[in-house]
């Protein structure tokens, strides 16, 4: 970020942001990876670990909208620091709401271990493992200022919007056979849909790295 | 340079020049006159006494005296009477003498009248130039008293002074002029020769280190240039070895399996070997970049900020999640240069294959257990059945408690042989042989065995395949084995209508045969696995066939020990096993 300044305490800072930004990255791209695996294994202890770890996300999260303001007050950066700057704001918010919506997985997973397991999970895993490449994939578009790749996580939202279409309507048959299913299956069902969300947020942050990266904003479009 | 140095000589010795030519010029210009002065002064003395001898009367006498000496001291000789009037001159006739004006105000002529001596430089009017005079008092025979004065014109000293000075000039000129040249001519001849040395020097220092400078014996440049070279040859030779090291570092990290990171306190990479690369599946430069931008894994930054805060050594297990799940035992250092951190060194040793194989012999321990239990409580609880009464109140019952407690000690037994097959082959202590083997006559034989079994299911076995096959090299007693647990699990899992083929080809100077089945198929997920111990695609449904699911781990075993391969492919048409096996 921004080669020209003169002052070098403003490049550190604002490479600080992005350290942040991308650390609170990883941490997100575990909690989802983790929340999924205390439901597929079964593992209550990684999912109390894992709504735990919010509390981190929240904090990393104030922390660097802090920064940001501070750089906004202090240094009124322009033009592309601007834009860099406004971008991690925005970022920041979509990682933490991810980080919320892991954490409401794995409160999920939770319950749902304390029963039999209604029906092995395999378009779930498949899902999370969708949505987390495209968390990971919006990062790294970020990372290289790669516009292509996020034009591609943009695109890829359809396979998750289609999976959870998929979930639920088999979720209905199993619910219409025998009601004693419809707790877990609900709580499946909610599963699907926090991923989903995580999905819209990955595209988000992907749409916002076309307008870093190519200065268009499209938002509300079809890509 | 070279303008200014020969400035400096030409000032120099132009100012010498002007020193010397004016000290030389006055100081001759004294002694000249002094000794000019002198000579007329003597000759005066000497006119005065000629003159007061021949002059009896002083109007008759004097012009032809005064013409006589001065024809002798070739000066003009002029006698003047005591009242200033001129009465004889060398120079002036006789007749003409009347026309003179009085000299009694003549300087020379007051200073003799006054001190018996006059001396005075004028110009003359008369002669038109400068003259030296000098006047002496004399008294005539007669012994009236009378002026006798000498003068000589200054032009002919002046003109050896002009003679001297053309000399001495010319002679400075031509010093300058020969200064100069030398000079330039010296100092271009040095100048040239630095020049070959600055631009040798320049190529060394662009990295032609092996250029060497030629050198002049003798001249002041020779010496630089030796000095020049050696330090050429140092800084080859320091080069050389420093290359040396750092191929030698290089092929070290470039072999390394294990991936190597070193980076700075701000966590910018500076090096990394191609085993970390491909652990994190890297394909552009990653030197100059943030630890940030090659992997968001938090337990790594975590292990990162550890060491620069605390600046001691960390291992730590990673689980990697991209590209590919791994676990990496990494070691973390930190790189201490005068006790002042430069950065940390991270070595990610890749053990994902030996947690693997530790989770493999976990669960093959555990599986053992488990299979070996479900027989010996099914024979147990029969037994304790019959010894509480069943034996004697219920023969028939009896008879079918012992028939399953049977066909459970069986099942025992034959997964206890497999068992000790398996460690045998496992260790090695199976002796094998290697002999040329007909492949079909194994199949026919094997088919035998199993085709009461196969009937039953209704599938046909077809061997026909292997007729022509060529022979294979290895030991005839295991390979019937290989073929009889291959074409067990073939029926098996093959629904009854079904058929197993049997096929061989030759490949090169292997053999590959094939076992082809229409079966169920096995799910592509569990394929690279099925070979493992105890490994089931589906639990449930293998124990009620009666396998002891070690079948296929023994195939692979016996096979790989006669320098074979197995491998499989499964669709929902059917599963195919290939094992290669040396030609005989």
């Known amino acids: ?223 | 340079m070279k303008l200014k140095v020969m400035g400096a000589q030409l000032l120099i010795v132009l100012l010498l020049g002007a020193v010397i030519y004016s000290y030389l010029n006055r100081t001759l210009e004294l002694y000249q006159k002094t000794v000019v002065t002198e000579h007329l002064i003597n000759d005066a003395g000497l006119a005065r006494v000629v003159a007061a001898k021949e002059i009896q009367e002083l109007r008759r006498d004097a012009p032809a005296t005064a013409a006589s000496i001065g024809r002798e001291i070739k000066a003009r000789v002029t006698i003047i009477a005591g009242n200033g009037e001129v009465v004889g001159d060398s120079e002036v006739r006789p007749g003409e003498l009347a026309t003179l004006d009085n000299h009694g105000g003549r300087p020379e002529v007051r200073d003799a009248r006054v001190n018996g001596r006059g001396l005075s430089v004028r110009y003359s009017e008369t002669l038109r130039t400068d003259m030296l005079y000098v006047a002496v008092p004399f008294n005539s025979a007669a012994g009236g008293s009378a002026l006798l004065r000498l003068a000589l014109p200054l032009s002919s000293l002046e003109a050896a002074k002009g003679e001297f000075r053309a000399v001495l000039g010319g002679t400075l000129s031509l010093a300058a002029v020969m200064l100069v040249f030398f000079s330039y001519l010296l100092t271009s001849v040095s100048r040239r020769s630095l020049r070959a040395v600055s631009v040798i020097a320049s190529r060394i220092s662009k990295g032609e280190i092996g250029t060497r400078v030629p050198v002049e014996k003798g001249s002041e440049v020779g010496e630089l240039a030796r000095v020049l070279n050696e330090m050429a040859l140092r800084t080859e030779e320091q080069l050389g070895r420093i290359s040396a090291e750092k191929n030698r570092l290089d092929t070290i990290l470039r072999g390394m399996g294990e991936g190597i990171m070193v980076s700075d306190p701000h966590g910018v990479i500076t090096l990394v070997n191609p085993a970390f690369r491909s652990l994190f599946a890297i394909r552009d430069e990653v030197e100059g970049k943030q630890l940030i931008d090659i992997s968001r894994h938090p337990a790594l930054h975590d292990s990162f900020r550890d060491v620069i805060a605390l600046g001691q050594e960390r291992v730590e297990e990673l689980q990697l999640r991209s590209p590919k799940e791994k676990t990496v035992l990494t070691h973390w250092v930190p790189l201490l240069e005068n006790d002042v951190l430069q950065g940390v060194v991270a070595v990610f040793h890749d053990i994902t294959d030996i947690r693997q194989l530790e989770k493999i012999r976990r669960d093959f321990v555990a599986n053992v257990s488990h299979e070996l239990r479900t027989p010996v409580t099914v024979i147990k609880g029969y037994a304790e059945t019959l010894l509480a009464g069943a034996l004697e109140s219920n023969p028939e019952q009896a008879a079918r408690f012992v028939g399953i407690i049977y066909s459970h000690a069986d099942r025992l037994g034959s997964l206890i042989g497999d068992l000790l097959t398996l460690s045998q082959l496992e260790s090695g202590t199976l002796a094998m042989e290697s002999r040329s083997i007909c492949l079909h006559d194994i199949a026919e034989h094997v088919v035998a065995l199993l085709e009461q079994k196969a009937q039953n299911r209704r599938i046909s076995i077809d061997c026909s395949g292997l007729a022509s096959a060529p022979a294979v090299l290895g030991d005839p007693g295991r390979l019937e084995q290989v073929f009889v647990n291959l074409l067990d699990n073939a029926i098996k899992y093959t629904p009854a209508g079904g058929s197993v083929t049997l096929s061989a080809e030759a490949l090169g100077d292997q053999v590959r045969i094939v076992v082809k089945d229409t079966g169920t198929g096995i799910p592509s997920r569990d394929l690279p696995r099925i070979f493992e111990r105890f490994y089931r695609v589906d639990s449930a449904r293998t124990r009620e066939e009666g396998g002891t699911g070690l079948g296929l781990a023994i195939v692979k075993h016996i096979v790989q020990l006669q320098g074979g391969t197995v491998s499989v492919e499964s669709s929902g048409q059917g599963s195919s096993f290939y094992i290669t096996l040396k030609r005989a």
Do not use: W
């Open chain 1, 1 to 223: 970020m921004g080669k020209d300044h003169t002052s070098s305490q403003f490049d550190v800072e604002l490479n600080d942001i992005r350290a942040r930004l991308l650390e609170m990255g990883g941490k997100v791209e575990l909690m989802i990876a983790n929340s999924m695996k205390s439901l597929v294994e079964r593992d209550s202890a990684l999912a109390g670990r894992t709504i735990a770890s919010d509390r981190e996300i929240n904090a990393m999260e104030i922390e660097i909208d802090e920064k940001c303001l501070h750089i906004l007050a202090r240094r009124q950066p322009a033009a592309r620091d601007l834009r860099f700057v406004t971008l991690v704001l925005k970022i920041v918010t979509d990682l933490e709401r991810i980080g919320d919506q892991c954490a409401s997985i794995a409160r999920n997973a939770l319950e749902l271990n304390r029963e039999a397991q209604l029906k092995p999970y395999i378009d779930l895993p498949l899902m999370a493992d969708t949505v987390n490449n495209a968390v990971r994939e919006a990062l790294d578009a970020f990372v290289r200022g790669d516009a292509p790749t996020a034009v591609q996580v943009c695109r890829d939202d359809r396979i998750v919007d289609e999976l959870n279409e998929q979930l639920q309507r088999e979720l209905l048959t199993f619910m219409m056979e025998d009601p004693a299913t419809i707790g877990r299956a609900l709580r499946i069902n909610s599963i699907s849909k926090y991923l989903e969300r995580i999905a819209d947020h990955a595209t988000n942050i992907a749409e916002m790295v076309i307008f870093m990266v190519d200065g268009k904003d499209i938002r509300h479009t079809i890509v």
